[in-house]
């Protein structure tokens, strides 16, 4: 079993299967296709990071469940590299969203609610009525309904990522708490950039905190192996 207090032989394994996840985040950032380039090159390349998370997920996870935590947390991240290739094009920015949302469910599902700590789920909603109101003068259609929807659902995915963190020493529960803070951060970029002011290297510093967001999420895995 791997765990955040392991050392030498495990830290050495976990490295060499995260090898390829690395890889594929550095090859994203020298090639560094424009967003203004939509391809599917460009969409192989951004989504190919996800795919090894997915291998590494499915290499631990426990055979014969059909419906285990692995299984939801691998959901979520396919639901992610389908939301990863809409994204790349403007006009079905909606439709990313709208794959995102499946995701973020899915690692609701994943996390579970017990237990409950209301505490942080109340901070977060305060968080979210904010983030809407500086968002909320940039939507228009259909986004004025689907961005407070997806707001309200990923703080829910970030409410019960910290929830569930028992042993702040494991890296199966610090990673996810880390990860679903720097998911909603990353998607807080995304908004900011597109429907308030253009962030400078808007590009680097989405996709370095969501690749980083989903390798936290990806080490949830870690606990049940």
Known sequence: MMSGSSAGPDAALLFKKLLPFCLSVALYFIVLIPYENPSLLAALIKCT???N???FVQNLQPKNTRW??????????LCCCIGDIFLLWNEYFIFGMLAFMVAHLNYIVAFGFKPLRPTVGLVLVAVSAIVVSTLYHGLVGSLLIGVPMYIAIIN????RALARITNPWSIAH???CIGSVLFAVSDLMIGIDKFVNPIAHSQIL????????QLGIS???LEIT
């Open 219 to 221: 080490l949830s895995v």
């Open 49 to 51: 990071p996800i795919f």
């Open 156 to 159: 829910v995915m970030v409410w």
């Open 68 to 77: 285990s935590f692995s299984t939801k947390i691998l959901m979520g991240q």
């Open 206 to 213: 989405i996709m370095s905190s969501y690749y980083a967001a």
């Open 174 to 176: 610090l990673g996810p």
């Open 53 to 55: 998370l997915m291998v």
